[in-house]
């Protein structure tokens, strides 16, 4: 195949919906799984890193290579209505749930220092010492969420994800995941007010 005929059909692959991708992907094409690659492998590294703590290189990598042949193994399982996004986020998600129980690794879900950071949202008129103590208090906080409430916490405030999706992800009703939300916001709430009157 002459060089223009493989850019043309490069150019062809990156104009693609992820729905028409993951079609070509189950017919078996292969530049159909590396486009997907292109656009989500960043995304199930990360999912990897927040959910392994101090995980390796090494390791990261070959479990991604895994979960992008889950995805090639499943793709007519795929609902084309729906989003790429998190259904492979729920993939990457489960595997590397599993990679950490395997391993014995028993740290939280999440990198929650990191969460934390992210929670906190600029703009803060404090100082510094009293930016990084409530940093340390909401780390705290939210170190004391139930799993179910710490896992709705990040994927809808840290990922940006939509309850519908949030919801495919889990496994769960819609309802039961803004039930879930409400919780969550409630307790790292009451933590907090605990927090600031005790120091009083």
């Known amino acids: 195949m002459q060089a223009s005929q493989k850019e043309k059909i490069g150019d062809d692959i990156q104009s693609l919906s992820d729905s028409a ?8 094409n292969m530049s159909a799984l590396e486009e997907i690659y292109m656009r989500y492998g960043d995304m199930v590294k990360t999912v990897i890193y927040r959910t392994i ?3 390796d ?3 990261v990598e070959d479990l991604t290579q895994e979960i992008f042949i889950t995805l090639l193994r499943s793709a007519s399982r795929f609902d084309g209505s729906k989003r790429l996004r998190p259904w492979l986020y729920g993939i ?16 939280a879900l999440l990198n929650r220092h990191r969460v934390a ?3 906190v949202q600029p703009p803060f008129t404090g100082s510094v010492d009293t930016k990084l103590d409530l940093r ?7 170190s004391t969420l139930p ?4 896992d709705v916490m990040v994927l809808h405030v840290i990922e940006g994800f939509k309850g519908a999706e949030i919801a495919d992800i889990l496994g769960i009703e819609v309802n039961t995941v803004w039930v879930r939300l409400h919780r969550a916001r409630k307790r790292l709430f009451e933590q907090m007010t605990l927090s600031t009157k005790d120091e009083f």
Not at 21 to 28: H, I
Not at 136 to 142: C, D, I, V
């Open 136 to 142: 340390k208090q909401l780390t705290q906080a939210f």
């Open 147 to 150: 799993r179910e409430q710490h």
């Open 21 to 28: 991708l993951m079609k070509s992907l189950e017919k078996g």
């Open 53 to 55: 703590p101090n995980v």
């Open 57 to 59: 290189t090494a390791d």
């Open 92 to 107: 990457a998600a489960n595997k590397a749930a599993d990679s950490r129980r395997s391993t014995c690794l028993h740290a």
């Open 117 to 119: 950071e992210q929670l």
